[in-house]
Structures are given as C-alpha cells and as structure tokens.
C-alpha cells in the first residue's frame, strides 16, 4: 500500500519540475497513538480509506493546486511514542522542520485528546522561543463513531479558539472532502504566515534603514 503511495508521489513530484510558481509547505500530522494519522495522511494522498496502516513513520510529497497555483505538500506522518508517558512529545527535528502542524485525536478517545491539548501548549512554546509563528489545525477523526463519543465537539472547538487553532471534525473512514479541506486550510494559514512574517521583516527593515540614517533606535 505505502508503494502505491510512493508511486504516486514520485510522479507528483516529477511533474513539477521547472515550475517556477511551486510553493512548498512542510505539514507534520501528530497526535496519539491509533487516532487516524496515517489513515487522514493517506486519504488525502490518495483519496482512499485502507483501514490498517502499520506503524509506519514517513514523508510523503504530493503536488497539489490551490487557486489555481501550484503547490507542494511534504506531509510528515510521524508514529507517537510507545511508551505512554511521553506520547506528547515533539521532537527538536520535528519543531524545526515543520510549517504548519495537524495535531489529531480521536472524538472517542478522551486520552488523546488530552496529547492534544499537551501538544498545542509545546508547539507554542517552542515557537515563541524561536519567535516565529506556525499554523495548527485540530482535527477530531473518526466522527463515523458517535455512539461511541466522548469528547464533544464544543470541548474541540473551544480547545482551538483557546489556542488559537483552526478546527475540524471529520471521518477519514468516510469522506475525503473534509480531509482535503483540512490539509488545504493549513496551507492557506501557512502562506499566510509566510506573508505576515515578510512584512514584518520589511517593517523591521525600514526601521532599521531609519537607525542608520538618524542614529537613533527607532524600536523603542
Ligand atoms: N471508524 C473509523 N476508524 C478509523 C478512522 N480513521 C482511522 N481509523 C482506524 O483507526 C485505526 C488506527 O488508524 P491509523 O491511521 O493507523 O492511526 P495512527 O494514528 O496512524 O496510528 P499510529 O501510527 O500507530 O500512531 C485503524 O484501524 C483505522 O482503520 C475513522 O475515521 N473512523
Ligand atoms: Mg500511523
């Protein structure tokens, strides 16, 4: 199965080449253990629902269009820690690498969304020290179950206005449009950020231009 997709993506890439107009978006998918990650990654990838996914950790490329324009996703697919304690864990390489993050847990599994919220607070952190910005959407998955619900869709919700996150409820076992709009929203919250942080950097250019010409910090 990860072949076909492997397959898939070599061809994606291929067919990009010499496009000027490629943008590119780094996009790591974490949560806790067996709450769909792979199963969102490959529905996207693919369109497909497979069912069983193996512990399978890897990053996967895929062309893509929005608005008309071309676009690259580098989707990292990670596999949580093992040994429960630190299931919330990000890793350094994790944190640098990443443009935007889709933090999942499962409408059925109070636990995971419990990672969730854990793992929005250490993104949040991580950023502020390396004073950048990155989008996160929270996705609970597998909205098929509600019979077996536990975590309602207003404690998701509020847990995304709190952070400041976007927020989506979905089903990757049955339907892919609310899963393309997942990863969609996230580039488009990336590019944002992208946008954003050039004019910041253009501000701070000018001020910086003022500095040397009057002598004087104009950051005060
Ligand atoms: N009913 C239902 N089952 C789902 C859904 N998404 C995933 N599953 C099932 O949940 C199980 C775990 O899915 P995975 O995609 O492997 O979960 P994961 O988060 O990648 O798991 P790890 O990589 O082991 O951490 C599999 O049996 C899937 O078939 C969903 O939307 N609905
Ligand atoms: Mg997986």
Redesign the pocket.
């Known amino acids: 199965m990860v072949g076909q997709v492997r397959s898939r993506i070599c061809y994606s890439i291929k067919s990009m080449e010499g496009n000027q107009q490629k943008v590119e978006a780094n996009i790591l998918v974490l949560?806790?253990?067996?709450?769909?990650?792979?199963?969102?990654?490959?529905r996207f990838l693919t369109r497909r629902?497979?069912?069983?996914?193996?512990?399978?950790?890897s990053i996967y490329s895929h062309a893509d269009q929005i608005d008309g324009r071309d676009i690259c996703f580098n989707i990292w697919?990670?596999?949580?820690q093992q040994n429960g304690e630190e299931s919330e864990r990000i890793s350094d390489r994790q944190l640098q690498w990443a443009d935007g993050y889709i933090l999942?847990y499962?409408i059925c599994d109070r636990a995971s969304f419990n990672v969730v919220q854990q793992q929005v607070q250490c993104i949040r952190q991580a950023k502020q020290k390396l004073a950048s910005t990155a989008p996160i959407i929270i996705v609970g998955?597998?909205?098929?179950?509600q019979h077996l619900r536990t975590v309602s869709s207003e404690e998701g919700r509020l847990l995304a206005l709190s952070a400041d996150c976007g927020y989506f409820e979905?089903?990757?076992?049955?339907t892919y449009h609310s899963v393309l709009m997942v990863f969609h929203q996230l580039f488009v919250l990336v590019r944002e950020a992208r946008a954003f942080k050039k004019g910041n950097a253009g501000f701070k250019g000018i001020v910086r231009s003022m500095s040397a010409v009057f002598g004087r910090k104009w950051t005060d």
């Not at 629902?49 to 950790?57: A, L, R, S, V």
């Not at 998955?141 to 179950?145: A, C, E, P, T, W």
């Open positions: 949560g806790a253990e067996n709450v769909g990650k792979s199963a969102l990654t490959v629902f497979i069912g069983e996914y193996g512990d399978i950790e697919d990670s596999l949580c999942a499962s998955n597998k909205r098929d179950l979905v089903s990757a076992a049955e």
